[in-house]
């Protein structure tokens, strides 16, 4: 997601331009001859005056290398915000450039960069999130699910697919189905809505039912996974499964498979869940645009998703997955959830590890689950936290159990953003609810997280920049543009841009005085403070109004309303607590969307 671009400048003619490259002004006093220079020692190329504090030594008068490389560089120093260099120090960083710099760009790439993606050689600068003494963090606890009891099977299909993983899991326990039985509902919900909301890229049939088979042989024989056995779900396809397509998105990719098994993948496989599809990713996790169309949103097949969860985000609000796993580096969860209507948890950076995941950024990138309610959300969350050796940013975050927080003794701010109903509710569940503000002074929040993102994404698709690749990128005014304007961003001003953010950081912990906070979860500089300090945010549904320019008849499609609560890093149970707390009591996120049904009186095709 990215915030609207300002208009470019005018071109400048391409003869003024030559011009400015070519000459340069001239002092009023010029005690040195000009410095000449023709191609093999040929005609004369160009001419410049200079300060007598800026002549060369006599033995570089007469080199018999063009000055062109210099003239070129101190007419491209201007987009480094860097142009005051005189010209014998240009000459200087020419060929430093060329001796030093070019050789080791070259050697470092042939070492990390061939392949893209960023699947191996993670950088060795890792981003810690975390503003406790991690030597203190105690060892991982599962949190204790609350049982539902007198869950009994629906007698329809319809219904099935849109109860909760906690419902659908004690079906199973209790034998009124089979995890094969689930399989084929959802299967069948894949196949039938997939192609008018345009959110699965692959669905797994014969993975399916195997998973689905063994989860039923093992509760057969007495043994039980917990929550998530034997229950089907998707995942972003930026997430590597072996004999699959892993196609991010992209139609360069788009018959790629990786023999690699991502980490988070192979949590659920032990959970015993069931994976029934790879679901859309916006072509190398930007927005909702893929290679095979561009995904809608099921509450109004008007408008499109948003964000590059765009398939786990649409797929689990249309009932065609109980659940789903997405990512986000820049509101990739938070504008899908909200937009789609489902709930959805953004963790603490580094609490789901990220080996065998596309990246975009190392230190932004983030998993997280879109679901039915809070409730799924902790029950999924519980099942993929945890470290793994391929991601050194990944860490036992040590988050406490929700279904245990006392909300009675929690403090929560409010933004003038905030869905009030939201406040109000909390306040009458007896949480106590203040004013609240996030005090900082640093005015480059948006740019950090732009500077961040583009050459980190840079970083990992280098490759498929110089191969041109990006020509044929489904959207040309995404990646292709930023990426060659990251090109222009010098190494220095990204460690600057890494300092900013750090003061940031500070700042925004500094005014983190209370233990959550309730606030608007797309507003843009927020998605940015958020993702660039790692601070968990729960996206909750918190109810509809009408859309935009509605048809004369009547119409059921809605606009959803959604609200964010935020909390430190490290504190995602004290954010899913609260929406637990929110969800016990209201109804919003069991909504259907009208997939089948938008009313008599509207006429769209989908």
Not at 34 to 53: C, N
Not at 296 to 315: K, M, Y
Not at 431 to 439: E, R
Request: include cysteine; charge should be negative; aromatic fraction near 8%.
């Amino acid at each position: 997601m990215r915030e609207p671009r300002r208009p470019l400048p005018p071109r400048r003619p391409l003869l003024l331009l030559l011009l400015s490259l070519l000459f340069f002004s001239v002092p009023e006093t010029a005690a040195a001859p000009p410095r000449t220079s023709g191609r093999d020692g040929g005609g004369v190329a160009s001419i410049t005056w200079m300060d007598t504090k800026d002549a060369v030594p006599a033995k570089d008068v007469f080199r018999k290398e063009p000055i062109s490389g210099a003239i070129a560089l101190k007419g491209s120093m201007k987009y480094f915000d860097a142009d005051f260099f005189n010209d014998s120090k240009l000459r200087e960083m020419e060929d430093g450039a060329k001796e030093f710099n070019v050789p080791a760009f070259r050697d470092n790439r042939k070492l990390v960069a061939l392949e893209n993606g960023g699947l191996n050689n993670p950088s060795a600068l890792v981003f810690k999130s975390s503003w406790s003494d991690e030597s203190k963090i105690s060892e991982k606890k599962s949190f204790e699910y609350p049982h539902t009891s007198s869950v009994h099977r629906p007698s329809k299909d319809e219904d099935i697919a849109f109860m909760s993983i906690i419902e659908l899991v004690e079906l199973i326990r209790t034998k009124q189905v089979t995890s094969r039985e689930l399989t084929d509902v959802f299967l069948k919900r894949l196949k039938r809505y997939g192609p008018v909301i345009e959110s699965v890229i692959t669905v797994t049939d014969d993975l399916a039912y195997k998973q689905a088979k063994e989860a039923d042989d093992l509760l057969e024989q007495g043994k039980y996974l917990g929550p998530l056995h034997g229950i089907p779900y998707g995942l972003k396809d930026i997430i590597a499964v072996p004999e699959y397509k892993t196609t991010w998105g992209s139609r360069t990719f788009e018959n790629q498979v990786l023999d690699i098994e991502a980490s988070v993948y192979k949590r659920l496989k032990s959970t015993g869940a069931v994976l029934v599809a790879k679901l859309v990713t916006g072509s190398l996790a930007y927005d909702d645009i893929w290679f095979g169309g561009r995904t809608r949103n099921p509450w109004n097949i008007e408008e499109f998703s948003t964000g590059s969860s765009a398939g786990p985000a649409a797929s689990t609000s249309a009932g065609m997955v109980p659940f789903a796993i997405g990512s986000e580096t820049a509101g990739s969860i938070t504008y899908p959830a909200a937009r789609c209507g489902v709930t959805a948890l953004r963790p603490t950076f580094g609490t789901v590890a990220r080996t065998g995941v596309m990246s975009i950024s190392e230190s932004l990138d983030k998993l997280g689950p879109f679901c039915r309610s809070a409730i799924d959300c902790a029950v999924v969350l519980d099942a993929i936290r945890g470290k793994d050796a391929g991601d050194p940013s990944s860490r036992e975050v040590p988050i406490e159990d929700p279904f245990h927080i006392d909300i009675t003794q929690v403090t929560v701010g409010y933004l003038d953003s905030a869905e009030m109903e939201v406040v109000y509710v909390l306040s009458a569940k007896g949480v106590k609810l203040v004013p609240f503000k996030l005090n900082y002074t640093v005015e480059s929040v948006q740019s950090i997280l732009n500077i961040t993102m583009d050459v980190d994404m840079l970083a990992h698709f280098d490759n498929w920049q110089r191969e041109q690749h990006d020509d044929d990128f489904e959207a040309q005014d995404q990646w292709p543009v930023e990426l060659r304007r990251a090109r222009l961003i010098p190494a220095v001003d990204y460690l600057q841009a890494q300092r900013a953010r750090g003061k940031l950081i500070k700042e925004v912990k500094e005014s983190f005085t209370v233990d959550a906070f309730i606030g608007n979860v797309t507003d843009w500089e927020l998605v940015c403070l958020g993702n660039l300090v790692g601070m968990p945010v729960a996206v909750v549904p918190t109810g509809f109004k009408n859309v935009e320019n509605p048809p004369k008849g009547s119409t059921r499609r809605r606009t959803t309303v959604t609200t964010g609560i935020y909390a430190p890093p490290d504190h995602d149970h004290i954010a899913l607590a609260l929406a637990m707390a929110y969800q016990s009591v209201t109804d919003h996120h069991k909504q259907r969307p009208p997939i089948d049904d938008l009313g008599p009186g509207d006429n769209i095709q989908h």
